[in-house]
């Protein structure tokens, strides 16, 4: 018997996030660009007073071991928001259905 879980996809305990870009080594252009993610999450009424959208995630994509785990972990430590990180499978169970893969 298969038992499937219905409606959560991720552990409902947020733990606090101490991981900050100063822990990454290197990346400095692509945490300028990083930076202004940072002060959206902080100051979302800033960006929607100006007609911008609040996004309803991030997607990081590349290979595997290349830091895109730490990088999500240091905005979310920057911004002080709640860090929630799904795999790919996960994506594809939730969207297309156990079968697909």
């Known amino acids: 018997?298969?038992?499937v879980k219905v409606g959560?996809?991720?552990d409902?305990?947020?733990?606090?996030i101490n991981v900050k870009f100063d822990d990454i080594a290197?990346?400095?252009?692509?945490?300028?660009?990083?930076?202004e993610i940072v002060d959206f999450l902080k100051n979302p009424n800033k960006y929607e007073s100006m007609g911008a959208k609040i996004p309803k995630g991030i997607l990081?994509?590349?290979?595997?071991?290349?830091?895109?785990?730490?990088?999500a972990k240091a905005i979310a430590g920057e911004a002080n928001v709640p860090f929630?990180?799904?795999s790919g499978s996960e994506f594809i169970e939730m969207f297309a259905g156990l079968r697909s893969t």
């Open 1 to 3: 018997m298969v038992q």
């Open 84 to 86: 929630i990180s799904m």
């Open 26 to 35: 290197g990346l400095d252009e692509e945490r300028e660009q990083l930076m």
């Open 8 to 10: 959560q996809v991720y």
């Open 60 to 71: 990081l994509y590349g290979n595997p071991g290349t830091g895109k785990t730490l990088i």
């Open 12 to 16: 409902d305990e947020v733990k606090p």
